[in-house]
């Protein structure tokens, strides 16, 4: 005959009780421990902001050189239930945590006005606004929010953060769709309509165009590339695509460009691979250093083959003053008539060509990334042309 023993109310409530605080005892370490790796991931951030003048485009991009361990990206909450950041704001190269507010992600419908407006120019105009306490990390694990704010501080805060700060401005003037209500749209940039007789070898970059050839797009007057052939055009022995630019970031370019822009697609075979390009700016002391790179992702695996640019020996500045001497070996391929404009007299805009030879011609490229190096003066990508 079994025996059944009746626990006491009291004896239920106490172990209730214990249960709890257990929880509560468990919560506020993997807080902590967050906190720490919080700490961390601002010390490198710092250190990325002091030697490329710009913030990361994502927190991968501090690993290894600013953070050695990557399990700093980790929050113990991760570690303990195995959730991660999901997508759209998870970083895409490795596991992580946290969500980096400053990443490139187009805005799409937070932003109606322009769909292409990036995350990372959202959080800029928030801080014309409030300063830095608008937060660079997040992590969404935690109930609050942990934020961690532009100058380093921790702070809790409601799923939306900008909740927390109604008391000096109202949130709905920190949306996306209030700081871009009076901007152009960005996009209406016309540019020639791409040939009927253009075959996939000359990849389409209609969709990552952000400079038209006519514009004077780095501020000074008839300093512009309207003098370059439109449309399928052989350049060196090569047939390219040259309808528009792609300009990137970098050190006394307009802030308003991306340093990276990725998924442009291949989907192709090749034996090589013809880039038409330039650079915005160029300082004494720039030769022989880094001017950016093109990251070869082929398709079905995940592997990534960089091709790194030197400046001076596979780019070169977009335009060359009469009195100026040429820096490096590379040559131009296209050069313009000299302008007898102003101030801009005596100006030619250029072309370089660097080719790169595909270590695997028969594994298909799925698409490229286009990187410029922050702290020279930004990339220009004119086409790609595949052989």
């Given at each position: 005959?079994?025996?059944?023993?009746?626990?006491?109310?009291?004896?239920?409530?106490?172990?209730?009780?214990?249960?709890?605080?257990?929880?509560?005892?468990?919560?506020?370490?993997?807080?902590?421990?967050?906190?720490?790796?919080?700490?961390?991931?601002?010390?490198?951030?710092?250190?990325?902001?002091?030697?490329?003048?710009?913030?990361?485009?994502?927190?991968?991009?501090?690993?290894?050189?600013?953070?050695?361990?990557?399990?700093?990206?980790?929050?113990?909450?991760?570690?303990?239930?195995?959730?991660?950041?999901?997508?759209?704001?998870?970083?895409?190269?490795?596991?992580?945590?946290?969500?980096?507010?400053?990443?490139?992600?187009?805005?799409?419908?937070?932003?109606?006005?322009?769909?292409?407006?990036?995350?990372?120019?959202?959080?800029?105009?928030?801080?014309?606004?409030?300063?830095?306490?608008?937060?660079?990390?997040?992590?969404?694990?935690?109930?609050?929010?942990?934020?961690?704010?532009?100058?380093?501080?921790?702070?809790?805060?409601?799923?939306?953060?900008?909740?927390?700060?109604?008391?000096?401005?109202?949130?709905?003037?920190?949306?996306?769709?209030?700081?871009?209500?009076?901007?152009?749209?960005?996009?209406?940039?016309?540019?020639?309509?791409?040939?009927?007789?253009?075959?996939?070898?000359?990849?389409?970059?209609?969709?990552?165009?952000?400079?038209?050839?006519?514009?004077?797009?780095?501020?000074?007057?008839?300093?512009?590339?309207?003098?370059?052939?439109?449309?399928?055009?052989?350049?060196?022995?090569?047939?390219?695509?040259?309808?528009?630019?792609?300009?990137?970031?970098?050190?006394?370019?307009?802030?308003?460009?991306?340093?990276?822009?990725?998924?442009?697609?291949?989907?192709?075979k090749c034996k090589r691979l013809h880039f038409l390009h330039?650079?915005?700016?160029?300082?004494?002391?720039?030769?022989?250093?880094?001017?950016?790179?093109?990251?070869?992702?082929?398709?079905?695996?995940?592997?990534?083959?960089?091709?790194?640019?030197?400046?001076?020996?596979?780019?070169?500045l977009w335009r060359r003053l009469s009195a100026q001497p040429?820096?490096?070996?590379?040559?131009?391929?296209?050069?313009?008539?000299?302008?007898?404009?102003?101030?801009?007299?005596?100006?030619?805009?250029?072309?370089?060509?660097?080719?790169?030879?595909?270590?695997?011609?028969?594994?298909?490229?799925?698409?490229?990334?286009?990187?410029?190096?922050?702290?020279?003066?930004?990339?220009?990508?004119?086409?790609?042309?595949?052989?």
């Amino acid at each position: 005959m079994g025996v059944c023993v009746a626990l006491q109310p009291g004896a239920s409530r106490a172990a209730e009780t214990n249960l709890v605080s257990t929880e509560a005892a468990l919560a506020l370490r993997e807080r902590e421990e967050c906190k720490k790796n919080l700490g961390v991931i601002h010390a490198a951030i710092t250190a990325y902001r002091r030697d490329r003048l710009d913030l990361p485009m994502w927190l991968s991009d501090l690993v290894p050189k600013y953070i050695a361990d990557p399990n700093v990206l980790v929050c113990p909450v991760s570690r303990r239930t195995g959730a991660l950041e999901p997508p759209p704001l998870s970083d895409p190269r490795i596991p992580c945590s946290y969500v980096f507010e400053f990443n490139p992600l187009p805005l799409g419908a937070l932003s109606p006005n322009d769909p292409n407006r990036t995350r990372r120019e959202w959080k800029r105009r928030q801080m014309g606004l409030l300063g830095s306490d608008v937060p660079v990390v997040r992590c969404r694990l935690h109930s609050p929010t942990l934020n961690l704010s532009f100058d380093g501080k921790l702070f809790e805060a409601p799923s939306r953060w900008e909740d927390a700060f109604t008391n000096i401005i109202a949130s709905s003037n920190l949306e996306p769709a209030r700081l871009f209500a009076n901007e152009p749209r960005r996009g209406t940039l016309k540019y020639p309509v791409r040939s009927v007789k253009a075959t996939p070898k000359q990849l389409d970059l209609s969709k990552f165009y952000n400079v038209g050839l006519n514009e004077n797009w780095l501020g000074k007057t008839n300093e512009n590339y309207s003098a370059a052939p439109r449309g399928l055009q052989v350049i060196n022995g090569t047939t390219f695509d040259l309808r528009g630019l792609v300009q990137l970031a970098g050190a006394g370019v307009n802030k308003r460009f991306p340093q990276r822009v990725g998924g442009v697609p291949v989907k192709l075979k090749c034996k090589r691979l013809h880039f038409l390009h330039s650079l915005a700016g160029w300082t004494k002391g720039d030769e022989g250093k880094p001017a950016g790179s093109y990251v070869i992702k082929f398709t079905g695996n995940s592997a990534r083959l960089e091709i790194p640019l030197v400046c001076g020996k596979d780019v070169g500045l977009w335009r060359r003053l009469s009195a100026q001497p040429e820096p490096g070996a590379v040559r131009p391929v296209w050069e313009s008539a000299a302008s007898s404009a102003g101030k801009s007299a005596g100006v030619r805009s250029r072309l370089f060509v660097t080719t790169w030879t595909n270590i695997a011609p028969e594994a298909e490229i799925e698409s490229i990334e286009i990187v410029s190096d922050p702290a020279r003066g930004g990339l220009i990508l004119a086409a790609i042309s595949a052989e």
